[in-house]
């Protein structure tokens, strides 16, 4: 059933001798704001990890394929949706009849979760139109501004031959942030599920397990030791949302406990203002 509700949601994560978004016009530093030092990881980061939970938990069920996934071609997912109803696809373009047109664009809708999700823009050679998502995700701002460090790495074998006549080892770097905590507030949008992509609740209970396990299967030496420490949604009852998601973001609130570095999540304090909230909105602690 597509969902009759609107919600938002604040979720705190943290890293810790890690590198959580790498950016490549720095030499994969990670990610900050130049004139404040926070900290950034951004919303394609964040939707590529939900993508590759639900991959991983919905791997082979019909409904839940990922669309922009390691290894696709689009066009040749888009021409999934014209051989299902044998309709001969015209290069760039949609059919002009318009119920084929739906069939086309419903079809990507039905068998790909992050369509579903995050909407999708499938004009390409084989045109499947675009869609709005009703899951959109802000990028994550550290809660206070961070430090990054180059790491001098050394590794006993060598590449080549040629380089073992020469030395006995290689030297390399790796970055990391020693400790920050993240912050990134999202948006899930009824009026575009029920009008766009069919989002149901099913998908939002998946939406909120890839949330609190998103670091779970994504380890490794490069991101370090990162986690989903807490995700609050405040839940809307109607459709279009009883007050502003920024009202609502405002009443969760994280701050340091002393003025020392933090290096851990106890570290810090979060305060919830959960008094007199909005009429028809829910705050919903998932973790």
Same mark, same amino acid.
């Given at each position: 059933?597509?969902?009759?509700?609107?919600?938002?949601?604040?979720?705190?994560?943290?890293?810790?001798?890690? /590198?959580?978004?790498?950016?490549?016009?720095?030499?994969?530093?990670?990610?900050?704001?130049?004139?404040?030092?926070?900290?950034?990881?951004?919303?394609?980061?964040?939707?590529?990890?939900?993508?590759?939970?639900?991959?991983?938990?919905?791997?082979?069920?019909?409904?839940?394929?990922?669309?922009?996934?390691?290894?696709?071609?689009?066009?040749?997912?888009?021409? =999934?949706?014209?051989?299902?109803?044998?309709?001969?696809?015209?290069?760039?373009?949609?059919?002009?009849?318009?119920? $084929?047109?739906?069939?086309?664009?419903?079809?990507?809708?039905?068998?790909?979760?992050?369509? %579903?999700?995050?909407?999708?823009?499938?004009?390409?050679?084989?045109?499947?139109?675009?869609?709005?998502?009703?899951?959109?995700? /802000?990028?994550?701002?550290?809660?206070?501004?961070?430090?990054?460090?180059?790491?001098?790495?050394?590794?006993?074998?060598?590449?080549?031959?040629?380089?073992?006549?020469?030395?006995?080892?290689?030297?390399?770097?790796?970055?990391?942030?020693?400790?920050?905590?993240?912050?990134? $507030?999202?948006?899930?949008?009824?009026?575009? *599920?029920?009008?766009?992509?069919?989002?149901?609740?099913?998908?939002?209970? =998946?939406?909120?397990?890839?949330?609190? /396990?998103?670091?779970?299967?994504?380890?490794? *030496?490069?991101?370090?030791?990162?986690?989903?420490?807490?995700?609050?949604?405040?839940?809307?009852?109607?459709?279009?949302?009883?007050?502003?998601?920024?009202?609502?973001?405002?009443?969760?609130?994280?701050?340091?406990?002393?003025?020392?570095?933090? %290096?851990?999540?106890?570290?810090?304090?979060?305060?919830?203002?959960?008094?007199?909230?909005?009429?028809?909105?829910?705050?919903?602690?998932?973790?």
């Amino acid at each position: 059933m597509t969902i009759e509700n609107r919600y938002e949601f604040v979720m705190l994560f943290d890293v810790e001798n890690g /590198n959580p978004n790498g950016d490549p016009d720095a030499g994969n530093m990670p990610r900050i704001d130049p004139e404040t030092s926070y900290g950034i990881v951004t919303d394609v980061c964040i939707k590529r990890k939900i993508r590759d939970y639900v991959a991983l938990v919905k791997e082979k069920e019909p409904g839940y394929q990922i669309y922009v996934r390691d290894g696709a071609v689009l066009n040749n997912q888009h021409e =999934l949706a014209y051989k299902k109803f044998d309709i001969k696809p015209e290069e760039k373009k949609l059919p002009k009849d318009e119920a $084929e047109a739906k069939k086309i664009t419903g079809f990507m809708c039905e068998n790909f979760y992050d369509i %579903r999700a995050f909407g999708a823009v499938m004009t390409t050679k084989v045109n499947c139109g675009q869609v709005r998502g009703p899951v959109q995700i /802000n990028f994550a701002r550290s809660v206070d501004p961070v430090v990054t460090q180059e790491v001098t790495i050394t590794r006993v074998a060598v590449t080549s031959a040629a380089d073992a006549e020469k030395k006995e080892h290689e030297m390399g770097r790796k970055h990391i942030v020693p400790y920050a905590l993240y912050r990134v $507030e999202g948006y899930v949008s009824a009026n575009l *599920a029920q009008k766009s992509t069919g989002f149901s609740d099913d998908d939002l209970n =998946l939406l909120w397990d890839a949330l609190i /396990n998103l670091f779970e299967h994504d380890h490794s *030496a490069a991101r370090g030791k990162m986690a989903t420490q807490k995700l609050f949604v405040f839940k809307h009852k109607n459709v279009l949302g009883c007050a502003p998601s920024h009202v609502l973001f405002d009443r969760i609130k994280v701050s340091r406990k002393s003025d020392k570095p933090a %290096r851990s999540f106890s570290d810090y304090e979060v305060v919830i203002d959960d008094k007199n909230l909005p009429d028809g909105v829910e705050l919903i602690v998932k973790l």
